[in-house]
């Protein structure tokens, strides 16, 4: 699932620089990406597992962080990304999608396509 949220996460803070209003993604008001990239401090946030996994000081996890912003998310996982947010549903592994459905009784997956038989 790592791969999904960091990918998410990736579209979503890019989103400011993709659109030109802002050349870096620490220039946007956004505090996710300055607390996980530069190291200011929010009360509001609580580093999540995924990132603390980047590294085991402070430093490295920053630096880290950084490297994955150098590029923009692209082709299937962008499309993948897309699709899921204009059609409301879930992204991430077959097991994923089964356990929020259960949790939150709603279909996160298309329906196929076609009559129903």
């Known amino acids: 699932m790592g791969v999904y949220l960091f990918a998410c996460q990736k579209y979503i803070e890019l989103s400011p ?20 990239a530069l190291g200011v401090s929010s009360k509001r946030l609580k580093p999540l597992d995924h990132y603390l996994q980047l590294g085991k000081s402070k430093p490295e996890r920053y630096a880290r962080y950084r490297e994955l912003f ?13 699709d899921a947010l204009n059609k409301g549903l879930v992204l991430g592994t077959e097991r994923f999608k089964a ?8 279909r996160v997956t298309p329906k196929r396509r076609g009559r129903s038989k």
């Open 70 to 82: 150098q590029s923009h998310v692209e082709g299937e996982l962008l499309q993948d990304i897309r």
């Open 99 to 106: 356990e929020v459905e259960l949790l939150t009784k709603r």
């Open 17 to 36: 620089v993709s659109a030109g209003i802002v050349q870096d993604p620490a220039d946007y008001s956004w505090p996710r990406y300055r607390a996980n």
